[in-house]
């Protein structure tokens, strides 16, 4: 069973930028939905951003015109590039993936196969 791997995490002014990367482990074959999702402590997770194998993108409205989410499907491979970052941003960024295609981004956590770790992004003074 395959796994995914994020990285880029780390501690960061408010106003800053991150890129967070997300590579399988173990996965030989496409990747359909590839998506990020953040929890806060205290707070239920949630979509901040998913793209599909053909380029489409939605975003979460506290992160939309700061955030962008971008991927390679040769190397299925997922990028989050996070700017002009606030305190509330602060969570662990979670990737994850289907195995399928699906013709709507409208998912739900269960439709999603494969999950991350998780890193953990702070912003802070």
């Known amino acids: 069973q395959g796994q995914l791997v994020e990285s880029g995490g780390g501690e960061v002014q408010p106003g800053g930028s991150l890129r967070l990367t997300c590579a399988p482990s173990?996965?030989?074959?496409?990747?359909?939905?590839m998506a990020w999702y953040r929890q806060a402590p205290g707070k239920q997770r949630e979509l901040v951003a998913v793209?599909?194998?053909?380029?489409?993108?939605n975003l979460g409205d506290s992160v939309r015109g700061r955030f962008t989410i971008s991927r390679d499907n040769a190397k299925n491979t997922v990028w989050l590039q996070m700017n002009s970052l606030k305190p509330e941003d602060t969570a662990v960024y979670y990737c994850?993936?289907?195995?399928?295609?699906?013709?709507?981004?409208?998912?739900?956590?269960?439709?999603?196969?494969?999950w991350g770790q998780g890193t953990q992004v702070t912003v802070s003074s």
């Open positions: 994850a993936a289907t195995r399928r295609r699906y013709p709507s981004l409208r998912l739900r956590e269960s439709h999603f196969d494969f």
């Open positions: 173990g996965i030989s074959f496409s990747l359909g939905v």
């Open positions: 793209i599909s194998s053909g380029g489409t993108t």
